[in-house]
């Protein structure tokens, strides 16, 4: 099944990308960092222009920037969240994540279920290839779509950069690794979705990323 891919770009104050990737049918709707009306208004008027129906929220990690707006959307498409348990922590500390951002927020209530990184991975109706991606945060995955050759990496990796190590859980020796064996193993051809920015290619970062090039 060849999924697509709808790209939400530049949200809220950190510039988050989220994405709604669907079938025609059934949309699974990632790191949902959605924090105004007007926001909200692109991310609805897509459905109903899809006229898809959202079945999951899913998660590469819990950082403030990328679950802004999980509360609301669970609640209003009443779909289950997926995450990696590793981020838990994040997630439960969330009106703490809040705070060193000078920015309010009410605890987050979700209850989400495990994520399980597997290279056949199925979430309600779609399958992925999740990769375990830590480094720029505890449990962070990134989810690759071999037919349609894009990965979605979160901030593990950006266009000409990768994600920062300095907040809690990160670790450049770990970013590095999960950069070079779990997405520079990918084919060249594969679009890179990040978290932040506009997108890329894995064959591009390998060679020109200042912060980890490949060993070929």
Do not use: C
């Not at 289950?80 to 009410?106: I, K, N, S």
């Not at 950069?179 to 990918?186: F, G, H, P, Q, W």
């Amino acid at each position: 099944m060849n999924l697509q891919l709808e790209i939400f770009e530049g949200l809220n104050a950190f510039g988050e990308n989220a994405y709604l990737v669907h079938n025609g049918t059934r949309a699974h709707l990632f790191d949902p960092g959605f924090s105004n009306d007007y926001e909200w208004g692109l991310l609805i008027g897509k459905i109903k222009e899809l006229k898809v129906i959202p079945e999951a929220i899913v998660l590469t990690h819990a950082h403030i920037d990328h679950i802004l707006g999980l509360q609301r959307a669970q609640e209003l498409f009443n779909a289950p969240v997926y995450m990696h348990e590793d981020g838990l922590p994040l997630m439960d500390h969330f009106d703490e994540q809040a705070m060193m951002f000078g920015l309010e927020a009410d605890p987050i209530t979700v209850e989400p279920f495990p994520i399980l990184p597997s290279n056949a991975a199925r979430i309600e109706s779609f399958e992925y290839d999740i990769r375990h991606t830590p480094g720029h945060a505890p449990g962070h995955v990134s989810f690759y779509h071999q037919p349609g050759g894009w990965v979605i990496v979160g901030d593990t990796l950006f266009a000409g950069g990768v994600g920062r190590t300095d907040l809690y859980g990160g670790d450049f020796g770990l970013l590095e690794e999960s950069i070079r064996k779990k997405l520079y193993v990918l084919p060249d051809e594969t679009v890179v979705w990040p978290g932040h920015g506009h997108q890329t290619t894995i064959g591009y970062e390998k060679k020109s990323n200042p912060f980890v090039r490949s060993a070929l």
